[in-house]
């Protein structure tokens, strides 16, 4: 042992010193000592210490310290110790020697530490000042904040009365807004630079309370809205209506971050970009993404852009770099996080988590699971869902999601045959039916709930991993009212099942505005306004009512789409249609139908008159039989609204006059002559067709002149007017024709005349226009009604009037400008199919 310490004897005697001590009585004797360190302590020689006790070697307070520990080590222990003696700072080590089991003597060494512990000290001492002077400067900007704000507040207050002043020449409003400009950016520095301040000073103090953040965010956005407008910019906030999303938050600090994040989104985005807003929930915190579209920036800047003051080089939009220093100190005071990923040129994501309550996380935990039993009775204004699914995790999670949703109560089954029992003897609106099951293959479920009198008619919704669109197409032809794909995304869950639930008919069409009234001149409500409930629907199933449809005539794409409307509309409500007529364009026809159709006992009668006076009393004898009334286009004489009919629906033809014309205006580069052929009845949707156009041409095309008129009494006239026509005026550039049959006969007679450069606009998507307009023909566009639609609108109205509720006088289905360009797409919208093959090839 004593070969190994007089190895390290060498250095130690160089900075320190090395030494022995024994045990006499109750005092420590020092036997041995050397080192440099010993005259540093002010021992000149070894006789100083050497023989001495630790009382007689140092002063009696170090001493005595001294002797504990060489007590400590003659106890066996190994003891370390830093100690100041006469300016000198030094570390001991002490060390027992054994003999036999016995400590016989404690041998030590100390080494000079005092450059080590001064710089240390130094370092301390300039950290403590550096914090000391941190505060000094925070607190110094939070009362120069504070002081700055109260005259600013006076600046900007002034400034603003100024504007209100109507005296100021426009040079002096330019000033003021200067001022008003400058000013706001000055006050929204100082607050976010007082705010930072005071985080530092810890001055700034969260209250923290449980916020419902769609209420905050729907604040938030409204507050950036107009700044979004500017730049065109949508805001697309992905929160589920009515979700209880909440977060503990300090209500007032977190409104201020999202805004900030909100504000960067908007300024640091492209000209018609999109800002998206979405959660979602990670473990035990709200995660909170702001998502935008615009400049984005790279890896390298994801921790800069928290720094006070940074801002990324180069950039172009006014600002101080303070925003997010400030985001982020609010963030984690709140007990959250924030980060961002990003991208150049394609847009950033920043994100932060915050907690969620106690008593929400458990709700989200999952803890109870849901099993079908009498106690899940229905309660009034619920809907009761049935999920068919054998993934445990999948009903862990749909039966979480429907939780916090109150107005749905869940069933489930693991298997199609318990599914099927469940659905029998339960009051089920909805099925979420798995598509594999174990037992029963999930479409063969289906067939056994359709075949069955008491589900038959339960809504079902498809639920798969499969997700190839043939695969979901599929599906839905086989009549599942909707499909769903595994994973499930929860917004998308809950919106497919409540558009299934809340909108089961529902109009999918162009939100114009109408521009027709109705034939005595009511205000038109759009066809997109109405809407049957699935409860809705439900109550009309119960009572199994019959209908009849009687048309003026049936063999043209109009009619027949229409009739298709109606047809499919009243399937959904399980009615029953018990005839379709065709009166062959004539009276007494449409008079024979209708009693024939009274003779079936309906209760809704869909129909549009031939002649709305000499068929106004058959139409008076089955409103007196109670029969519900809904007419297309026209109404027969002497009826009254909600006395004797429903409603009537016609398609926007005002609208589609005016896109007639401006079809017209623009194939002539908006000069020429033109012809109007209109249709010679007292029919107000033609009236007005022909109104519109003429309208529009005067008031909006002053080098385009109407130079001839002429009336057409049926479809077959059509032609022979236009011969006359372009006889007497063989400058015409182009021709209107009230419809696309007549419109047909006037192509034909010019192109007899060898007018191939004629331009002729129309109005409704007849197969034979359409493909002339494919073609680039001389039919140039037309304004389109919307046949289907409107048909469903009819259906959906004698609905209405089934429930009782109160329809609107005049209904109409949006116009539609139809030309080559979009021709294809018009032509689904119109008829709820794609256009046939030979539209298809003559587009090519
Ligand atoms: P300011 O916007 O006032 O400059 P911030 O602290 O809010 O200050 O942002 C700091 C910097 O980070 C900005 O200058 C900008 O360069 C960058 N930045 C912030 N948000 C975005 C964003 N959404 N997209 C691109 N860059 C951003």
Not at 159 to 180: G, K, P, R
Not at 771 to 781: S, V
Request: include cysteine; aromatic fraction near 8%.
């Amino acid at each position: 042992m004593f070969d190994s310490m007089s190895i390290s004897q060498v250095s130690i005697t160089n900075m320190g010193m090395f030494y022995k001590f024994t045990k006499k009585e109750n005092t420590f004797i020092c036997t041995y000592c050397n080192g440099e360190l010993l005259s540093r302590l002010g021992f000149t020689k070894q006789e100083d210490v050497i023989g001495r006790s630790l009382l007689d070697i140092f002063p009696a307070a170090i001493a005595d310290m001294k002797s504990k520990y060489c007590q400590q080590a003659w106890e066996g222990q190994f003891i370390q110790y830093e100690v100041t003696f006469n300016d000198i700072y030094y570390a001991a080590f002490l060390s027992p020697v054994f003999d036999g089991g016995n400590v016989v003597e404690v041998v030590g060494s100390s080494i000079n530490i005092s450059e080590r512990k001064k710089t240390e000290n130094e370092m301390v001492q300039a950290k403590e000042e550096a914090e000391k002077a941190n505060m000094a400067k925070s607190d110094f900007l939070s009362k120069m904040s504070h002081e700055l704000r109260t005259p600013l507040n006076g600046i900007l207050g002034f400034a603003q009365l100024l504007e209100l002043d109507e005296s100021l020449n426009e040079q002096q409003q330019d000033f003021v807004q200067e001022i008003l400009n400058g000013g706001s950016h000055l006050l929204k520095l100082i607050n976010e630079i007082l705010d930072i301040s005071r985080i530092e000073t810890g001055k700034l103090k969260v209250s923290i309370e449980e916020v419902h953040l769609q209420n905050v965010m729907d604040e938030c956005i409204s507050i950036v809205q107009p700044l979004a407008n500017k730049k065109n910019i949508s805001i697309d906030k992905q929160l589920q209506q009515g979700q209880n999303v909440l977060v503990l938050a300090d209500r007032m600090r977190l409104k201020q971050v999202l805004l900030n994040l909100l504000d960067n989104a908007i300024k640091y985005n492209r000209e018609g970009g999109k800002v998206t807003i979405c959660c979602r929930l990670d473990g035990d915190a709200q995660v909170i993404h702001i998502v935008d579209t615009g400049i984005g920036f790279s890896a390298e800047e994801y921790s800069k852009v928290f720094v006070p003051f940074y801002r990324i080089e180069g950039t172009k939009e006014a600002g101080t770099g303070i925003g997010l220093a400030l985001v982020k100190q609010l963030v984690h005071l709140m007990g959250g996080k924030i980060s961002v990923t990003s991208r150049k040129g394609k847009g950033s994501d920043f994100y932060f988590c915050l907690p969620i309550p106690n008593d929400f996380k458990t709700v989200l935990r999952l803890d109870e699971s849901i099993e079908p039993s009498a106690e899940n009775e229905r309660k009034t204004d619920n809907y009761c869902l049935l999920y068919i699914e054998d993934n445990e995790s999948n009903l862990h999670l749909v039966s979480s999601i429907i939780k916090s949703q109150p107005s749905y109560t869940l069933l489930s089954a693991r298997t199609g045959k318990e599914g099927l029992e469940i659905a029998r003897n339960e009051k089920i609106d909805l099925i979420l039916l798995d598509l594999n099951l174990p037992d029963i293959d999930g479409y063969e479920v289906f067939d056994r709930l359709k075949a069955n009198e008491q589900t038959k008619d339960i809504v079902i919704i498809g639920v798969s991993a499969n997700a190839m669109p043939q695969d979901i197409q599929h599906t839905l032809d086989k009549g599942f009212d909707n499909y769903l794909t595994k994973p499930l995304n929860v917004k998308e869950f809950l919106s497919i099942i409540s558009e299934t639930l809340n909108s089961t008919i529902n109009q999918n069409i162009p939100d114009h505005k109408i521009l027709s009234t109705g034939p005595y001149g009511e205000d038109a409500v759009s066809a997109k306004m109405l809407q049957l409930s699935l409860k809705d629907l439900k109550k009309i199933k119960e009572k199994k009512y019959k209908a009849a449809i009687a048309m003026h005539y049936t063999e043209n794409d109009w009619s027949r789409s229409q009739v298709e409307g109606v047809k499919a509309a009243f399937e959904k409500m399980g009615i029953e249609v018990v005839a379709v007529t065709d009166a062959q364009f004539s009276w007494e026809q449409q008079v024979t139908d209708i009693e024939t159709i009274l003779s079936k006992k309906p209760d809704i009668i869909v129909s549009i008159p031939v002649d709305p006076i000499a068929t106004a009393s058959a139409y008076q004898r089955a409103a007196g039989a109670g029969v519900k009334l809904v007419f297309i286009d026209n109404i027969p004489k002497g009826l009254q609204y909600g006395k004797d009919y429903v409603s009537v629906v016609s398609a926007d033809n005002y609208g589609n006059g005016i896109e007639s014309a401006h079809i017209m205006a623009e194939k002539l580069g908006g000069k020429g002559k033109v012809g109007v052929i209109y249709h010679n009845a007292d029919f107000f949707a033609t009236k007005q067709r022909t109104e519109a156009f003429e309208n529009t041409i005067r008031e909006n095309y002053p080098d385009i002149q109407i130079v001839a008129r002429e009336g057409i009494a049926s479809p077959k006239d059509g032609e022979k007017v236009t011969s006359a026509m372009l006889n007497k005026h063989q400058d015409l550039n182009g021709i209107f024709v009230v419809w696309d049959v007549p419109a047909e006969g006037a192509m034909a007679a010019a192109l007899t005349v060898g007018r191939n450069d004629l331009v002729i606009t129309t109005i409704d998507l007849g197969t034979n226009v359409a493909l002339e307009i494919a073609r680039d023909g001389l039919i140039k566009g037309l304004g389109a009604q919307l046949p289907y639609q409107q048909g469903v609108a009819e259906a959906i109205l004698a609905g209405y009037a089934l429930l009782e509720k109160q329809a609107p006088a005049y209904v109409a289905v949006p116009a539609l400008k139809v030309t080559k360009e979009n021709i294809l797409d018009a032509w689904k919208l119109v008829y709820n199919q794609e256009a046939p093959d030979i539209i298809q090839s003559a587009i090519k």
